[in-house]
């Protein structure tokens, strides 16, 4: 088949009409924009590719759909992983694949049947496409418009301080100004829940979240909680770069994230959590920790127990009473790269696990150990009650 | 009403393009003294041993271009091995292949019923249409009365040694072999199957090329080119492009290379010493051997360069047609439009753009 440039585009077109399709109704049942935005970088590729390289093959035999195929493929999933689109690789693998076989059929057997003159006419679809073009225009309008429309609503927090506990139960931005301050807390219940740069002041949690999906917490301070400066539970969230501050005392922790296994995993990133009983705990969940400050706890600086998976990468734990970094109760943990320091012994304990661990793999947990850094510590690294420690 | 003159190849194809578009087999003439289609070029087929189809997937008859003979020899045989070809660019259809689709086409599009035993060797421009000699007149005319016979040298004419590659025939033990194409390359791999001692006689080394003209003049940028040449120009093109050219690949070539190594194979400027020689110098050319449409460029005063009927990109003859009839031309003597206007795929493109034009005009 020989194309001219017009006839590529509105092949193309036509081959990326049912993947738009199909995106549009995938979206909305994943709750995820990553179907459209991956369909739409396969687009973007597709024809930068039509006007910058095919177009220079006088030729293209069919067998050329493979390479070509396979190049369109590196292309598109380099430009999803530059946009952020955060589509998983193999249900996104399998939507360009899909995508792909649809659009040989249509160019090899569909529209060649349907349009008599499709080879002689090297893939333009004459009158039908111009007709093509308006709809690909339409789609593309739509798909952006919906998007626009279906985004949260913004919600400015002045200067000033705003009596708590504030309440979110539906989707929203909440964004507040330089020294925005919530006093008595934040409870979030609802799903798309952006909160961004306030500071919140005492509260029985500083920010709770409880049954909500997809919540960010992004640049956030937190100070002088009854009891945890964020507490989750059945929920999943991303918290970057938040400061809290936590009395001490019995049952008060930095960051609590609970009982969320099931959920899709949550983030804890940047944060400089001071104080507490522990600095951030995990229950029963799925989380990565990473890239944060924990300093002056009492019990265990970072600890993720009671069957739960992720990772403890990139933190720098300071001054903890007891232990470090704790992996309990049949959980399983990455703990690599990470920097721990002045860790002492509980000296008003007995329990002979508290004497001063870094890193502790307990009542068979699994750690798998990459390269951290221990200072002053009296125990580097210890194992307890049937926890493993395997090389990463 | 419809009328086509010519039953061969180029005809089928327009009729069968014409069918496919909702036509009735009563507003279709197919004009030719036999109603086989394949009348004519089954023998010269079967005379030049010729197994495989010289196209790629799209040289058939049907209208659409998919599904094509890749696809139905794939069902037949139920093996994906034509289809993976196909896609390769590497198959090529058998004879058999061909002339079974082709079968089977004539009985779905009912040719038999529009088919009319009739030589027509004039056509009159007539007002709303054309009157075909005495078979009244039509609205849209198509003319594909196909190649005007088999060429042959002049001091070969009267030789009694002599015979026409597609002609039937055997091989004697020395045979000499006139021309360099595609007839002629397989001649040679014939004659020397059959054990004969093989002199080439040729004018010119033929160019090795996949089809039969180049392939970007297949492609709708190539032949925008083409189209817009002008009239000396084109026809030196299409002169160029008549010169001697087969496929590439080494089952053209071993036979050659290993029966020079035998002393079996030469190239020779005569045929003097053979006992027998064949001539696969191809058809006669131009529009001037075809009393039909050498009738008709005399009669209407048409514009004509070389050997060629000045068409248009449509293959139409635009002088004679208007606004209520359609006159174009098909087959070889459409290649001032199409330059592999003799091919199927050639065919098929005069055959939808006849049907395109036919069908603005205001009385359908």
């Not at chain 1, 899909?98 to 679809?125: D, F, I, K």
């Not at chain 1, 860790?343 to 502790?360: E, L, P, W």
């Not at chain 2, 075909?132 to 039509?138: A, R, S, T």
Request: proline share 5%; glycine share 10%.
């Amino acid at each position: 088949m020989s194309y001219t440039l017009r006839g590529r585009f509105e092949s193309r077109l036509a081959a990326s009409v049912l993947p738009f399709l199909v995106a549009l109704v995938l979206s909305p049942l994943v709750r995820e924009w990553w179907p459209l935005e991956l369909v739409g970088c396969m687009l973007i590729v597709g024809l930068v590719l039509d006007l910058v390289v095919y177009d220079r093959l006088d030729y293209q035999p069919g067998w050329a759909a493979l390479p070509l195929g396979l190049l369109e493929l590196g292309l598109t999933m380099t430009l999803a992983r530059l946009l952020s689109v955060g589509a998983p690789p193999w249900p996104a693998l399998a939507i360009f694949a899909g995508s792909w076989v649809v659009a040989q059929l249509l160019t090899h057997a569909v529209l060649p049947s349907r349009r008599l003159t499709y080879a002689e006419e090297s893939g333009e679809l004459g009158r039908g496409g111009f007709a093509l073009a308006a709809v690909g225009a339409a789609v593309a309008l739509g798909t952006l418009g919906a998007a626009w429309s279906m985004q949260p609503p913004t919600y400015r927090l002045a200067r000033g301080v705003h009596e708590g506990p504030l309440e979110l139960v539906t989707a929203q931005r909440l964004v507040g100004d330089p020294g925005a301050i919530v006093k008595g807390g934040i409870v979030i219940t609802g799903d798309d829940v952006e909160v961004r740069d306030v500071t919140v002041r005492g509260g029985e949690h500083g920010i709770e979240v409880d049954g909500a999906d997809a919540v960010v917490l992004d640049g956030v301070k937190v100070e002088g909680a009854k009891l945890d400066g964020i507490n989750v539970r059945r929920s999943s969230v991303e918290i970057r770069d938040c400061e809290i501050r936590s009395r001490s005392g019995a049952y008060i922790q930095g960051i609590d994230i609970s009982f969320g296994f099931d959920l899709a995993p949550s983030l804890v990133e940047g944060c400089s959590v001071t104080g507490g009983l522990e600095g951030i705990v995990v229950h029963f969940a799925r989380v990565k920790v990473r890239d944060n400050r924990v300093s002056r706890t009492e019990l265990r600086a970072i600890t993720m127990t009671e069957m739960s998976d992720g990772s403890v990468e990139q933190n720098d734990v300071d001054d903890a009473k007891g232990v470090g970094i704790f992996c309990g109760d049949y959980s399983r943990c990455v703990v690599d790269e990470n920097v721990v320091s002045n860790v002492s012994a509980d000296a008003g304990s007995d329990d002979r696990t508290r004497q001063g661990v870094a890193i502790q793999s307990h009542f068979w947990a699994k750690i798998m150990l990459g390269q951290n850094r221990v200072h002053s510590s009296p125990q580097a690294v210890g194992a307890a009650l049937g926890g493993t420690i395997e090389g990463k | 009403m419809y009328a086509i003159v010519g039953g061969g190849l180029a005809g089928f194809t327009t009729y069968v393009t014409l069918r496919h578009a909702g036509l009735e087999p009563a507003e279709i003439v197919v004009f030719d003294d036999d109603p086989n289609p394949v009348a004519r070029w089954r023998p010269r087929a079967e005379a030049i041993r010729q197994t495989e189809m010289r196209s790629e997937s799209d040289g058939h008859c049907s209208a659409r271009s998919f599904p094509g003979l890749a696809v139905r020899e794939a069902r037949r045989r139920r093996t994906i091995a034509p289809l993976v070809r196909s896609v390769c660019d590497r198959y090529r259809p058998s004879v058999a292949e061909f002339l079974d689709h082709v079968e089977e086409l004539r009985q779905q599009t009912s040719w038999d019923a529009s088919f009319r035993q009739a030589t027509i060797s004039r056509v009159a421009a007539v007002p709303g249409g054309f009157e075909l000699e005495g078979q009244g007149v039509f609205q849209h005319v198509v003319l594909a009365t196909g190649h005007p016979g088999l060429r042959r040298p002049a001091r070969l004419l009267d030789n009694r040694r002599a015979v026409h590659a597609y002609e039937p025939h055997d091989y004697a033990d020395t045979v000499a072999i006139v021309g360099a194409g595609m007839a002629a390359a397989t001649e040679w791999r014939n004659a020397l199957a059959s054990g004969a001692t093989v002199v080439s006689v040729r004018r010119r080394e033929p160019r090795r090329r996949p089809l039969n003209v180049d392939r970007e003049l297949l492609t709708k940028r190539g032949l925008r080119s083409f189209q817009k040449t002008d009239p000396a120009w084109r026809a030196e093109l299409l002169t160029r492009f008549a010169e001697p050219s087969y496929p590439p690949g080494r089952a053209w070539d071993e036979p050659i290379e290993r029966a020079t190594a035998e002393g079996r194979f030469r190239v020779a400027g005569d045929w003097d010493d053979a006992e027998q020689v064949i001539c696969a110098t191809g058809f006669g050319r131009g529009y001037r051997e075809d009393p039909l449409l050498r009738a008709l460029a005399g009669d209407h005063g048409l514009d004509t360069v070389d050997g060629w009927i000045v068409l248009e990109p449509d293959a139409a003859v635009g002088g004679l047609c208007d606004a209520t009839r359609t006159l174009a031309i098909a087959g070889v003597a459409a290649q001032w439009a199409y330059p592999a206007a003799d091919t199927l795929v050639g065919m098929k493109y005069v055959a939808r753009r006849f049907l395109d034009r036919s069908r603005r005009c205001r009385t359908r």
